[in-house]
Protein backbone atom coordinates (compact mmCIF):
# COMPACT_ATOMS: atom_id res chain seq x y z
CA UNK A 1 0.00 0.00 0.00
CA UNK A 2 3.19 2.49 0.98
CA UNK A 3 4.38 1.98 -2.33
CA UNK A 4 1.07 2.70 -4.23
CA UNK A 5 0.82 6.05 -1.81
CA UNK A 6 4.15 6.55 -2.77
CA UNK A 7 3.66 6.36 -6.81
CA UNK A 8 0.56 8.68 -6.58
CA UNK A 9 2.62 11.58 -4.97
CA UNK A 10 5.18 11.04 -7.53
CA UNK A 11 2.91 11.01 -10.16
CA UNK A 12 0.59 13.96 -8.71
CA UNK A 13 3.40 15.86 -8.25
CA UNK A 14 4.70 15.63 -12.29
CA UNK A 15 1.43 16.20 -12.81
CA UNK A 16 1.34 19.95 -10.98
CA UNK A 17 5.56 20.40 -12.05
CA UNK A 18 5.50 23.79 -14.04
CA UNK A 19 7.35 23.98 -17.44
CA UNK A 20 9.28 26.53 -15.58
CA UNK A 21 10.44 23.69 -12.89
CA UNK A 22 11.35 21.62 -16.11
CA UNK A 23 13.17 24.04 -17.89
CA UNK A 24 14.97 24.95 -14.67
CA UNK A 25 16.32 21.16 -14.19
CA UNK A 26 17.16 21.47 -17.99
CA UNK A 27 19.10 24.37 -17.93
CA UNK A 28 21.48 22.75 -14.64
CA UNK A 29 22.10 20.05 -15.97
CA UNK A 30 23.40 21.65 -19.39
CA UNK A 31 25.18 24.55 -17.44
CA UNK A 32 27.07 21.17 -15.12
CA UNK A 33 27.99 19.41 -18.62
CA UNK A 34 29.58 22.76 -20.50
CA UNK A 35 31.46 23.50 -17.10
CA UNK A 36 32.84 20.08 -17.02
CA UNK A 37 33.82 19.99 -20.51
CA UNK A 38 35.33 23.71 -20.11
CA UNK A 39 37.53 22.34 -17.30
CA UNK A 40 38.65 19.72 -19.45
CA UNK A 41 39.38 21.64 -22.20
CA UNK A 42 41.82 23.93 -20.10
CA UNK A 43 43.01 20.89 -18.42
CA UNK A 44 43.99 18.75 -22.10
CA UNK A 45 45.30 22.15 -22.98
CA UNK A 46 47.24 22.57 -19.98
CA UNK A 47 48.35 19.04 -20.32
CA UNK A 48 49.54 19.45 -24.24
CA UNK A 49 51.15 22.61 -23.61
CA UNK A 50 53.51 21.37 -20.77
CA UNK A 51 54.78 18.42 -22.64
CA UNK A 52 58.79 18.57 -23.00
CA UNK A 53 59.92 17.44 -25.86
CA UNK A 54 62.03 14.35 -24.86
CA UNK A 55 64.65 12.37 -27.00
CA UNK A 56 61.71 10.87 -28.31
CA UNK A 57 60.59 12.98 -30.65
CA UNK A 58 57.91 10.38 -32.37
CA UNK A 59 56.32 9.68 -28.39
CA UNK A 60 55.96 13.74 -28.13
CA UNK A 61 54.37 14.45 -30.63
CA UNK A 62 51.87 11.28 -30.59
CA UNK A 63 51.23 12.74 -27.15
CA UNK A 64 50.56 16.76 -28.13
CA UNK A 65 48.46 15.06 -31.55
CA UNK A 66 46.58 12.94 -29.07
CA UNK A 67 45.75 16.09 -26.70
CA UNK A 68 44.94 18.19 -29.28
CA UNK A 69 42.51 15.18 -30.51
CA UNK A 70 40.77 15.44 -27.03
CA UNK A 71 40.83 19.31 -27.15
CA UNK A 72 38.66 19.53 -30.16
CA UNK A 73 36.46 16.65 -29.56
CA UNK A 74 35.87 18.84 -25.80
CA UNK A 75 35.04 21.95 -28.04
CA UNK A 76 32.83 20.39 -30.37
CA UNK A 77 31.32 19.47 -27.08
CA UNK A 78 31.31 22.68 -25.87
CA UNK A 79 29.65 24.59 -29.04
CA UNK A 80 26.55 21.41 -29.13
CA UNK A 81 25.86 22.43 -25.25
CA UNK A 82 26.20 26.00 -26.05
CA UNK A 83 23.78 25.55 -28.79
CA UNK A 84 20.99 23.67 -26.35
CA UNK A 85 21.33 26.36 -24.06
CA UNK A 86 20.18 28.19 -26.59
CA UNK A 87 17.36 26.60 -27.88
CA UNK A 88 15.77 25.99 -24.57
CA UNK A 89 16.18 29.44 -23.59
CA UNK A 90 13.91 30.21 -26.78
CA UNK A 91 10.72 28.36 -24.58
CA UNK A 92 8.15 30.38 -23.41
CA UNK A 93 7.27 28.78 -20.02
CA UNK A 94 4.18 30.47 -20.29
CA UNK A 95 2.79 29.68 -23.62
CA UNK A 96 0.52 26.45 -24.12
CA UNK A 97 -0.51 25.09 -27.30
CA UNK A 98 -4.05 22.81 -27.94
CA UNK A 99 -1.40 20.67 -30.48
CA UNK A 100 1.88 19.47 -29.42
CA UNK A 101 4.58 22.40 -29.87
CA UNK A 102 8.81 23.07 -29.67
CA UNK A 103 8.38 23.92 -25.56
CA UNK A 104 5.52 21.42 -24.91
CA UNK A 105 5.03 19.00 -21.66
CA UNK A 106 3.11 16.05 -22.32
CA UNK A 107 1.69 13.81 -20.02
CA UNK A 108 0.60 10.57 -21.53
CA UNK A 109 -0.85 7.34 -20.10
CA UNK A 110 3.21 5.54 -20.84
CA UNK A 111 4.98 8.54 -18.88
CA UNK A 112 6.17 12.57 -19.01
CA UNK A 113 7.73 14.05 -22.04
CA UNK A 114 9.17 17.63 -22.39
CA UNK A 115 9.47 18.61 -26.32
CA UNK A 116 12.72 20.66 -26.36
CA UNK A 117 16.10 18.92 -26.62
CA UNK A 118 16.83 15.42 -26.76
CA UNK A 119 18.72 14.88 -23.27
CA UNK A 120 16.72 11.64 -22.73
CA UNK A 121 15.37 10.54 -19.63
CA UNK A 122 15.99 12.61 -16.50
CA UNK A 123 15.51 11.72 -12.81
CA UNK A 124 14.85 13.75 -9.94
CA UNK A 125 13.33 12.74 -6.30
CA UNK A 126 10.15 13.78 -7.85
CA UNK A 127 9.68 10.87 -10.63
CA UNK A 128 10.99 10.77 -14.35
CA UNK A 129 10.15 12.60 -17.61
CA UNK A 130 11.98 12.24 -20.89
CA UNK A 131 13.50 15.68 -22.55
CA UNK A 132 13.10 14.70 -26.35
CA UNK A 133 13.39 16.85 -29.37
CA UNK A 134 11.49 17.03 -32.28
CA UNK A 135 13.65 15.98 -34.77
CA UNK A 136 14.03 12.44 -32.56
CA UNK A 137 11.55 9.64 -33.87
CA UNK A 138 9.18 9.69 -31.37
CA UNK A 139 9.60 13.77 -31.16
CA UNK A 140 8.65 13.79 -34.51
CA UNK A 141 5.48 11.48 -33.61
CA UNK A 142 4.34 13.52 -31.21
CA UNK A 143 4.61 16.80 -32.99
CA UNK A 144 0.73 18.40 -33.87
CA UNK A 145 -0.96 15.64 -32.26
CA UNK A 146 -3.91 16.99 -29.59
CA UNK A 147 -5.11 15.55 -26.73
CA UNK A 148 -6.60 12.16 -27.10
CA UNK A 149 -5.03 11.28 -29.84
CA UNK A 150 -2.16 7.97 -29.83
CA UNK A 151 0.97 7.36 -31.35
CA UNK A 152 2.15 3.75 -32.46
CA UNK A 153 5.92 2.89 -31.21
CA UNK A 154 6.65 -0.69 -32.05
CA UNK A 155 3.71 -2.82 -31.13
CA UNK A 156 2.46 -0.19 -28.41
CA UNK A 157 -0.24 2.21 -28.19
CA UNK A 158 0.51 5.50 -26.13
CA UNK A 159 -2.01 8.08 -25.67
CA UNK A 160 -1.74 11.93 -25.25
CA UNK A 161 -3.33 12.85 -21.63
CA UNK A 162 -2.51 16.80 -21.71
CA UNK A 163 -0.39 19.35 -23.30
CA UNK A 164 1.24 22.12 -20.82
Not at 122 to 143: H, K, Q, T, V
Amino acid sequence: MREIIDNFRKHFHLMMRTKNDILLILQKKLKTSLEEAERDYVLAKESRDSDTKSSAGDKFETGREMMQREMDKLSASIDVLKSQIAKISTIDVHKSSPKVVFGSYLMTDAGHYFMSIGLGKICDEYGDFYAISSDSPIGSLWMGKQVGESIDIQTRKITLKSIL
